[in-house]
């Protein structure tokens, strides 16, 4: 039973609302302001969970994410999917002619950079967390500077929203997935998706003779990942996600990959979010 979940970000962040979605909302919450903080966290067993954001539809892979569960050999046991809506808060009685400052993650200044660009007076300032800067701004009740977060983050800490899904692409969709110390969340005939990592020779045709063993075995890859052996200059570790309808298909295709690849590893086995 899940008693504390772990997440990078403090209430409000995009990550709490996945954690209550997916556990409910009596899940306590551990906030940590960064994702080795969270695993450390969950390692230490002062968390049962932790909510891990894995992609986005618009920036891509987090990569240093994979290397995190892969080298404190954790596992996937889940995933959520989550439309990021950025909005522009305050503390109320401003407009935004009256703020000098926006200081939010790197990855949402980036995401809403065409509508901060209408705005050439407003510093754009990087900063941890999305949320923690609303918190900020509520806690020390500061003026003229304005957080780019959630709805929730908004009625959390009593900020006004100025303006609502300023991102540039409307359609912003992160991917989450929940990692645990063990797997044996569901049981195998519910399972329909698995999370792997291998690597390879260097040479040619390698990764295409892998990619037809998944085809046969009737597994759809729906990403692939490569991350650099820092020890082993130009050799790879590829990171790959599959669905599949029956596990006996998943069971012969790994069976046939853990002969043909090296370090071959099942990061997770889990449902699918989505079809």
Known sequence: MIKSVAIQGVQGSFHHIVAKNYFGDTVVLNEC?????????????????????IENSIAGSIIPNYALIDGHNLHIVGEYYLDIQHHLMALPGQSIEDINEVCS????????KAFLKQYPHIK??????????AKR????QLKGVA??????????????????????IKHNETRFVIVKRENHEIPMEEINKASIKFQLEHKRGSLATILNVMSDCKLNLTKI????????P????????????????FEKAQSIIKIMAEDFK???QYKQARS
């Open 33 to 53: 302001l960064s994702f080795d903080k969270a695993v450390d966290t969950l390692l230490s067993g002062q968390a049962d969970a932790v909510v891990m954001a």
């Open 105 to 112: 993650h790197p990855m949402a200044l980036l995401q809403c």
């Open 124 to 133: 754009l300032v990087e900063d941890k967390d999305t949320a923690e800067v």
């Open 137 to 140: 701004i509520q806690q020390n």
């Open 147 to 168: 957080a780019i977060g959630s709805y929730l983050a908004a009625n959390l800490f009593e900020l006004n929203i100025m303006a609502r899904s300023i991102q540039t």
């Open 225 to 232: 990942q490569s991350l650099p052996k820092i020890e082993t």
């Open 234 to 249: 130009w050799k790879y570790a590829f990171f790959v996600d599959v669905t599949f309808n029956d596990y006996n298909d």
């Open 266 to 268: 099942v990061l997770g």
